[in-house]
């Protein structure tokens, strides 16, 4: 059995090599000049604040839609954003990282009652991870479509039932195996999304984004090393042929980018709805879907 150390140098070789890859597909940057921007992690670029609240929903394989509260969240991010011109002058492109904390519950609906026998959660997170995309400029204001990845760490703060169950009533298929396997430890899990953001003056954007992210009730290194490399391989490839798009036609590059990728990142969430570890047969965990409004300041 691999040691705890172990697994922890192999997760930091993964990050490190996914770095490295989207690095490397970065208009303007060859291989001469990968360690400049590996290890300069914020480089040129300038501080960014961002203050996110979503509305979503919790749900598992296993269980019938509406059997968990849909859930509200706040979350903050803090890291580094830079934006640069290319091909055009009104082209331009964003490659942002940070690290953030969430905090998500039903509590966090203003407007919004559990429902009989629904099981209500609070969850924290926190994280690391990066943005880019292609957008347009026009004078102070720019309009810039976008994809994000993230490594997350969740904690339950309670994964209850909101009332008790009747006399003499058996529940079927109770969530509670569910709850009490991802209680009580951090647990390991991912995220994508894609959105836009309006920005003025290049220094206040407004994000409207869709997130879905996998909560990982345990770490199986190979199989979750296999299913990371799948997914940044297309990732990467689909990068190289958006780049052929904004050589040929260069308008069209930040709507196809984020059309393709985000559209990518969305299929590699939904099968691993069924198998955290697509392609391999691995069981189905917890994941959340959320609605994302934002306010980004840039420093």
Do not use: C
């Not at 407007?111 to 099981?119: G, I, N, R, S």
């Not at 036609?249 to 980018?257: D, F, H, Q, R």
């Amino acid at each position: 059995m691999l040691s705890r150390t172990f697994k922890f140098l192999l997760i930091i070789l993964i990050i490190f090599s996914g770095v490295l890859s989207a690095q490397s597909y970065r208009f303007g940057n060859d291989w001469d000049d990968w360690d400049d921007d590996v290890f300069d992690w914020y480089g040129d670029s300038r501080p960014m604040i961002e203050v996110n609240y979503g509305l979503g929903k919790l749900s598992h394989k296993g269980f019938a839609d509406g059997r968990f509260a849909d859930i509200g969240s706040i979350e903050l991010k803090l890291g580094y954003s830079e934006i640069d011109t290319h091909y055009e002058d009104y082209l331009i492109e964003l490659d942002s990282r940070y690290i953030f904390g969430s905090r998500i519950s039903d509590v966090l609906r203003s407007d919004y009652t559990p429902e009989d026998f629904q099981y209500t959660s609070e969850l924290y997170r926190f994280g690391f991870g990066k943005r880019e995309g292609y957008g347009y400029k026009f004078g102070p204001v720019s309009l810039i479509p976008y994809t994000q990845g993230a490594l997350t760490w969740s904690k339950f703060n309670s994964l209850k039932r909101n009332q008790a169950l009747p006399a003499g009533f058996t529940e079927l298929n109770s969530v509670q195996p569910v709850a009490d396997r991802y209680g009580n430890a951090f647990r390991f899990g991912s995220l994508a999304e894609a959105g836009v953001m309006l920005q003025a003056a290049n220094m206040i954007g407004f994000n409207v984004s869709y997130e879905g992210s996998v909560m990982y009730p345990r770490l199986l290194v190979w199989k979750w090393m296999g299913s990371v490399i799948l997914e940044h391989a297309g990732y990467a490839a689909i990068g190289e042929f958006v780049e052929e798009i904004m050589d040929r036609v260069p308008a069209a590059g930040p709507v196809m980018n984020v059309l393709l990728r985000g559209g990518f990142q969305y299929a590699f969430f939904q099968l691993r709805k069924d198998k955290m570890n697509w392609p391999f047969d691995t069981e189905s965990p917890l994941t959340y879907e959320q609605v994302k409004f934002s306010v980004t300041l840039t420093f």
